[in-house]
């Protein structure tokens, strides 16, 4: 029974290898990754700011109008009206990047979930409850937490995902092992990390992995 239990656990610690292996492969470019957020989102995010700003800036004019100092934003500088905009305009930039910050993040993962085949509803669901009392905590156990991205075959190019053993279109094998020992190994390795064999000479020679 114990031996049965280790065995479960080297297999998962073998797949959470390959897994992270995979994810360092992906590469991913920081504007490349914002074009997966919808732009009819990034447009009314933008006009939601230009909003929030006329709104302030009129507001905290007409009470400078009215001497009403103590309802601005900085009193010291009611004398000096552009000034004050430029305070409150300021102050409207910084809360506005944090919550443009919070809703881009959120619809990012949103859409980052359906495209790594994740449950994207339960995933925005989890970072919208966790946002009121830590900020970006959801987020933060998404990008610990998800799946690699479906890749390419190596040898018919069809999408595949991360988990799956062989190609469904042209059976290649996606989880290779190594010849000697038996157990998993990365396309990318040189040696096997178990047993040390040699791995270069024959990517022919490594043979298939029974499905799990
Ligand atoms: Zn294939
Ligand atoms: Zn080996």
């Known amino acids: ?18 897994i992270r292996l995979r994810r360092k492969k992906e590469n991913l470019r920081f504007w490349d990754e914002f074009r997966i957020i919808p732009k009819w989102l990034v447009i009314l995010v933008g006009i939601l700011y230009l909003v929030a700003m006329t709104i302030a800036i ?41 919550m443009a910050t919070l809703i881009f993040l959120t619809a990012y993962v949103n859409r980052d ?12 669901l989890l970072t919208l409850i966790l946002i009121p009392e830590t900020l970006i905590m959801g987020h933060v156990i998404y990008f610990l937490m ?21 190609c469904p279109n ?3 094998n996606l989880q290779p092992s190594c010849s000697n020992c038996k157990r ?9 990390p178990y047993c040390g064999n040699d791995l270069t000479p024959g990517r022919a020679e490594l043979t298939p992995q029974p499905s799990l």
């Open 1 to 18: 029974m114990a031996d049965y239990s280790q065995k479960v656990t080297s297999s998962f610690n073998e797949r959470i290898r390959l």
């Open 58 to 98: 009129s507001v905290n004019h007409w009470n400078l109008r009215h001497n009403e100092a103590n309802a601005t934003i900085a009193p010291e500088l009611v004398d000096f009206p552009v000034l004050e905009a430029l305070v409150m305009a300021a102050a409207v930039t910084a809360i506005s990047l944090c």
């Open 113 to 124: 979930a359906y495209r790594r085949g994740m449950n994207g509803a339960l995933w925005t």
């Open 146 to 166: 998800r799946e690699p991205l479906p890749y390419p075959c190596p040898q018919c190019s069809a999408s595949v995902s991360a988990r799956f053993n062989f």
């Open 170 to 172: 042209c059976k290649c």
């Open 184 to 192: 998993e190994v990365a396309e990318l390795d040189k040696f096997c």
